[in-house]
């Protein structure tokens, strides 16, 4: 399982405006239902709930907020970038402007934790960040995880 396989070109959304927390959920979830066929509002309740059990901010602008949701029968993947970083209670306390999503079936807590752990990994690496940024399209935003994925997956 690589981060290719888990992220769907359409999945991937630039330029985001939200102000809040919530805005910022509510919008992976509404992409999440467009990209992967899964019911928004059930996303967005998954995401709330997790949040409310400790943050997924996980440091240098980004988080990784994660559900089980149902509709899906393997680990999915959104990626959001804001146009302004928002606070999102992040464990270094910084703003989030990078959103690397996870949707997982209901079962299968195993696999749900591998792929965290790889999105993690993957999003620990300073240079990749600052790309991500940087790229002017989702179908870069795209490359560049997918690429980093393989590269890294050794």
Known sequence: MTIGDLLQHNAVTLR??????????????DVAARALGVDAAEALEGLMEREAAGSTGVGDGVAIPHARVTGLTEIRAVFVRLETPVAFGAVDDKPVDLLMALFAPKGG??????????????????????????????????????????STAA
Not at 21 to 28: A, D, G, M
């Open 16 to 29: 985001v405006s939200a102000r809040s927390k919530r805005q910022v959920l509510s919008v992976v979830a």
């Open 109 to 150: 807590a195993a696999q749900h934790l591998r792929a965290l752990a790889r999105v993690s990994r993957l999003l620990r690496q300073p240079a990749l960040r600052e790309q991500l940024r940087q790229a002017r399209s989702a179908d870069a935003v795209h490359v560049l995880l997918a690429q980093e994925a393989t």
